[in-house]
């Protein structure tokens, strides 16, 4: 599967972006999604992640409540929103595609390329 990223930018404190990631590929619905982000000098964290059906979701305890997750498997899409943006939240954010919901707390196994997202106090 191949995943291209996008939406993400420059946005000042509080506001909202919102991030889409597009699949290509193999059967998008078998898979289960996520978002992680890196910021300069810090490791990859998982940030979000949604499984095939969208019954289960995992958010990080830093973006629980300001962050959301949703997939249309029939556009084979998924979308992380961003609201009340903090400077911490500044990173490249990656969309991952996992064979299983479990496999996306070890890596995933599909990455695409990254989009930056800035958020500037």
């Known amino acids: 599967v191949q995943l291209q990223a996008s939406g993400g930018g420059l946005v000042q404190v509080g506001g909202s972006l919102r991030l889409s990631c597009a699949a290509s590929?193999?059967?998008?619905?078998?898979?289960?999604m996520g978002w992680f982000r890196q910021a300069p000098g810090k490791d990859r964290d998982i940030v979000s992640a949604?499984?095939?059906?969208?019954?289960?979701?995992y958010f990080a305890d830093s973006v629980k409540g300001r962050f959301t997750i949703s997939r249309d498997n029939a556009k084979n899409t998924v979308h992380l929103q961003m609201n009340s943006l903090k400077p911490e939240d500044t990173a490249v954010y990656y969309c991952?595609?996992?064979?299983?919901?479990?496999?996306?707390?070890?890596?995933?196994?599909?990455w695409g390329q990254g989009t930056q997202v800035t958020v500037s106090s």
């Open positions: 991952v595609a996992g064979e299983n919901y479990s496999d996306l707390f070890r890596w995933g196994n599909y």
């Open positions: 590929g193999r059967t998008f619905s078998r898979y289960a």
């Open positions: 949604i499984s095939w059906s969208g019954e289960r979701t």
